[in-house]
């Protein structure tokens, strides 16, 4: 055998990050794991580079990092204190996870099935009067732009948060949220196509509030059902099930920008 051949390595480079990294990664830690408790104080700068034995520079790095994530806060003193992560930015960077892994309407449609009937099965249990009101007063303004695709598609999206939020599940308000994200593009694009679309959705949402508001988790469970089962068909008619939510929206956008 010739030993002039290359030899494929056993072992890759090891990546070491950066310091700032570092001491983001050790803060974030001990936030998360609740030793350090939202609204504790964290301390100065000064007192992290005396901590961590490092540069004044590398605790800003790690500070910025940290307050982009939405973890820490400054407080008019400039010390710095842990806080819960802005769950927007979560949301938002795992919505556009989805758009980059081009989810199909299917996939939404199969996801949202089991998250929102979960959704008004908890809300049918557990919604307050002010939930109730909430829901009552979202429905008021659908039906006032049931005429207005992109404003009813907006008062739908915020709907279902409300509903899930009815829930007092948070953790079914976190698991659901990015992909309702896509909600909008699709109700709009529903309603903009579908003459029928905006009065169906509407009166759904009246069922639904209905139902939560008698304890019926029976009528709940029905007509969230029925509601995305339409949710569906009105995009059939305009669009694939199984093409990018994203692509067809653009596509959408830029014919309605035409006429």
């Known amino acids: 055998?010739?030993?002039?051949?290359?030899?494929?390595?056993?072992?890759?480079?090891?990546?070491?990050?950066?310091?700032y990294q570092k001491?983001?990664?050790?803060?974030?830690r001990e936030i998360v794991n609740g030793r350090i408790k939202p609204?504790?104080?964290?301390?100065?700068?000064?007192?992290l580079v005396r901590q961590f034995g490092v540069n004044r520079s590398t605790i800003r790095e790690g500070i910025r990092v940290l307050e982009e994530g939405g973890l820490i806060r400054r407080d008019s003193s400039r010390r710095l204190h842990a806080c819960?992560?802005?769950?927007?930015?979560?949301?938002?960077r795992l919505s556009r996870a989805l758009v980059l892994h081009e989810v199909t309407f299917r996939e939404l449609y199969e996801a949202s099935m089991t998250l929102e009937v979960a959704s008004?099965?908890?809300?049918?249990?557990?919604?307050?009067?002010?939930n109730i009101a909430e829901?009552?007063?979202?429905?008021a303004r659908s039906e006032a732009v049931v005429g207005n695709p992109a404003m009813l598609a907006e008062?739908?999206?915020e709907f279902h948060v409300l509903v899930a939020k009815a829930?007092?599940?948070?953790?079914?308000?976190?698991?659901?949220e990015p992909a309702a994200q896509l909600f909008y593009p699709t109700t709009e694009m529903i309603v903009t196509g579908v003459a029928e679309g905006g009065p169906r959705l509407v009166a759904a949402h009246r069922h639904l509030i209905d139902a939560i508001r008698r304890r019926d988790r029976e009528a709940g469970v029905l007509w969230t059902r029925r509601h995305l089962q339409d949710w569906r068909r009105g995009f059939e008619k305009i669009a694939s099930l199984d093409r990018s939510v994203e692509h067809m929206y653009m596509e959408h956008a830029q014919a309605t920008r035409r006429r």
């Open 1 to 19: 055998m010739r030993s002039d051949l290359p030899v494929a390595p056993l072992f890759r480079p090891i990546d070491v990050a950066p310091a």
């Open 23 to 28: 001491v983001a990664d050790a803060i974030e």
């Open 39 to 47: 609204g504790d104080p964290i301390g100065t700068e000064h007192d």
């Open 84 to 92: 819960l992560p802005r769950y927007s930015k979560l949301a938002s």
């Open 120 to 130: 008004i099965e908890g809300a049918v249990e557990r919604a307050t009067e002010q």
């Open 135 to 139: 829901l009552t007063n979202n429905l």
């Open 155 to 157: 008062c739908d999206a």
């Open 167 to 176: 829930s007092q599940n948070r953790v079914l308000q976190l698991a659901r």
